[in-house]
C-alpha cells in the first residue's frame, strides 16, 4: 500500500536494499549507522585529544556523561561487578540516544536516497532486535562467567514452578526491549510526519520537543534495562 | 489486497492502537496521582520520585506502542495483503 505524505514524505517499509551475497540489507540503516558511529567517535577523540586537570569544553561533556553512566550502571548491576559492564552500557547508551536524536535533529531530507529515507537508525526493527539480542547474549555472559553453572539456580528460585515462567522470560526481555525502543522512536516520526502533513508550520515543533524527550527516556531505559538484566544475572544470592 | 481485507486492516489498526491505550492510560494516571500524593507528603524526595515514575511511565507507554506496532504492521506491511 503506498502512503507517500507530500510534505513529509515518510516512507516506511520502503528501503535501499544492497546486496550482500545471499541478503538483502537496509542501505539507509547502516548509513545513518555509520554517521551516528563516526559522530561518537570524533566526539570521543576530541574529548580526550589533550586531558586537562581542570575538564573544559568537549573533555567536561565526556566526563559528565561518563559520571552519569557509572552512577546509572552501579546503581543497578552493583559495586562489585559494574566495572566490567560500564563500557558495553555505555555504548549501548551513547548509541541509541545519538540514533534517537540524530534522527530528528539532523537535516537527513537534504541527502536524497533512490529509494527508502534516512533516518533514526532505531527506527529500524533490525537495528533495535540486534541490540536487545546483544544485550540477552551479554546477561547469558555475565551470569555464567561469574557463577558457572550456578547461575541456573536463578530459574528455580524461589520454587521449581517458576521454570517455565523465567524461560518465557529470556525470550519477552529481548522481544519487549526491541519492541519499545523501535515503537516509540517509529512512532514519533510518524507523529510529526501527520502533524507536517496536516499543518505544515509551528504546530508539529511541540510534537518535535515531545520527541525529543521521550527518545532521550528512551535511551535511558534501554541502558538502565540492560544493566538491570545483567545485574539480576550476577546478583549473588544471601542466605 | 482486496477492499474487505485493507478495510478489515484499517480497522482493525485503530482498535489495536485505541483499546491497546485504555489500560496505560488508566496505569498511568494512577501512577502520576500516586506520585503527586508522595511530593505533597514529602517535597524533598521530588527528584527521586520524579526519576521513577518517568521511568514507570515509559513501561507503561510501552503497552500501547505494542499495539501501534501491531496497527503499522497491518498498515505498511499486511501480511495478508497478498
Known amino acids: 500500500m503506498p502512503f507517500i505524505l507530500p510534505f513529509a514524505e515518510l516512507e516506511v517499509g520502503q528501503h535501499l536494499y544492497w546486496q550482500l551475497g545471499n541478503y538483502k540489507i537496509h542501505g539507509q540503516v547502516f548509513l545513518s549507522s555509520w554517521v551516528v558511529i563516526g559522530a561518537l567517535l570524533a566526539l570521543v577523540v576530541v574529548g580526550t585529544r589533550k586531558l586537562e586537570r581542570d575538564p573544559r569544553g568537549v573533555q567536561n561533556l565526556l566526563e559528565f556523561l561518563w559520571d552519569y553512566i557509572r552512577e546509572l550502571a552501579r546503581e543497578q548491576i552493583g559495586e562489585k561487578a559494574y566495572r566490567d559492564w560500564l563500557p558495553f552500557i555505555g555504548t549501548l547508551f551513547l548509541f541509541v540516544f545519538v540514533s534517537n536524536w540524530g534522527g530528528a535533529l539532523i537535516p537527513w531530507k537534504l541527502i536524497h536516497l533512490p529509494s527508502g529515507e534516512l533516518g533514526a537508525p532505531t527506527a529500524d526493527i533490525n537495528t533495535t532486535v540486534a541490540l536487545a539480542l546483544l544485550v540477552s547474549l551479554a546477561y547469558f555472559y555475565a551470569g555464567l562467567s561469574r557463577k558457572g553453572l550456578r547461575y541456573f539456580e536463578y530459574y528455580v528460585e524461589p520454587t521449581p514452578i517458576m521454570v517455565p515462567f523465567k524461560i518465557i522470560e529470556d525470550f519477552t526481555k529481548p522481544l519487549s526491549l526491541s519492541f519499545r525502543l523501535f515503537g516509540n522512536i517509529l512512532a514519533d516520526e510518524l507523529v510529526v510526519a501527520v502533524l507536517a502533513f496536516l499543518v505544515p508550520l509551528i504546530v508539529p515543533l511541540p510534537a518535535m520537543f515531545l520527541g525529543l524527550f521521550t527518545s532521550a527516556i528512551q535511551a535511558l531505559i534501554f541502558a538502565t534495562l540492560a544493566a538491570y538484566y545483567i545485574g539480576e544475572a550476577v546478583h549473588e544470592e544471601h542466605h | ?82
Open chain 2, 1 to 82: 489486497m482486496d477492499s474487505i481485507t485493507s478495510a478489515a486492516s484499517v480497522l482493525a489498526a485503530g482498535l489495536a492502537v485505541g483499546l491497546g491505550a485504555i489500560g496505560p492510560g488508566i496505569g498511568q494516571g494512577n501512577a502520576a496521582g500516586s506520585a503527586v500524593e508522595g511530593i505533597a507528603r514529602q517535597p524533598e524526595a521530588e527528584g527521586k520520585i520524579r526519576g521513577t515514575l518517568l521511568l514507570s511511565l515509559a513501561f507503561m507507554e510501552a503497552l500501547t506502542i505494542y499495539g501501534l506496532v501491531v496497527a503499522l504492521v497491518l498498515l505498511f506491511a499486511n501480511p495478508f495483503a497478498g
